[in-house]
């Protein structure tokens, strides 16, 4: 199986401020990545796909990078409503796997 | 926009099996390249993908739960279902359908249904 480390777990951060967060994948998985966004007792929801695309819908304000092991989700200035967690996840190969999330709160 | 919701017991004891439906409306279950699928979610902790059906007909299910799962489509109804057998503890979670592309993402999610195995 593929392993997906991401960092921080946590961050907390302000209004206006950029955040970055890291997506590690145990072996080469090229652009097959993604990035969803869920917030308490709601369903996640695709923000980034393959590595750098973003979903119809989505704020300008995220973006993607990376390629092979490494990617990056960022977020320009933060918002109100992007006080969320954060879960990348690989589809590469099967099992499909996520990352165990990054939990973006309130300075 | 397609709408999916999950049915079934919130509920289940030990030993038993956990069934759940998946209600799809807005559009076709076996509309090509969407593929349907299961991912489950424990209390306060991270994703688990369960498995993947393809409009092809083709299935796949996580190893570490392959044995106990079994999913099929229904296009008559337009739905799809999960069957996950001897459950424990461990199974206890919201567990999510969703519809994706191989490409493109899980691009669809439903409300989510929380399964409780206790006795």
């Known amino acids: 199986d593929i392993q997906m480390t991401q960092s921080p777990s946590s961050v907390s951060a302000s209004v206006g401020d950029r955040v970055t967060i890291t997506c590690r994948a145990s072996?080469?998985?090229?652009?097959?990545l993604a990035w969803y966004q869920q917030t308490p007792g709601k369903a996640p929801k695709l923000l980034i796909y393959?590595?750098?695309s973003l979903q119809s819908g989505v704020p300008s304000r995220f973006s993607g990078s990376g390629s092979g092991t490494d990617f990056t989700l960022t977020i320009s200035s933060l918002q109100p409503e992007d006080f969320a967690t954060y879960f990348c996840?690989?589809?590469?190969?099967?099992?499909?796997?996520f990352g165990g999330g990054t939990k973006v709160d309130i300075k | 926009q397609m709408q999916l919701q999950e049915s079934g017991p919130g509920l289940v004891k030990p030993s038993e099996t956990l069934s759940l439906i998946c209600a799809v409306s807005?559009?076709?279950?076996?509309?090509?390249?969407?593929?349907c699928g299961w991912i489950r979610q424990p209390p306060g902790k991270a994703l688990e993908w369960i498995g993947s059906?393809?409009?092809?007909?083709?299935?796949h299910s996580n190893p570490s739960l392959k044995s106990r799962v079994t999913m099929s489509i229904d296009t008559s109804k337009n739905q799809f279902s999960l069957t996950l057998t001897s459950v424990t503890a461990a199974d206890t979670a919201v567990y999510y359908c969703?519809?994706?592309?191989?490409?493109?993402?899980?691009?669809?999610w439903g409300l989510g249904r929380l399964v409780t195995v206790s006795s």
């Open positions: 807005g559009g076709s279950v076996s509309s090509s390249p969407y593929y």
């Open positions: 996840q690989q589809a590469y190969s099967f099992p499909l796997t």
């Open positions: 393959s590595a750098s």
């Open positions: 059906l393809y409009y092809s007909g083709e299935t």
């Open positions: 969703v519809r994706g592309v191989a490409a493109a993402g899980i691009v669809s």
């Open positions: 072996q080469d998985i090229s652009t097959w």
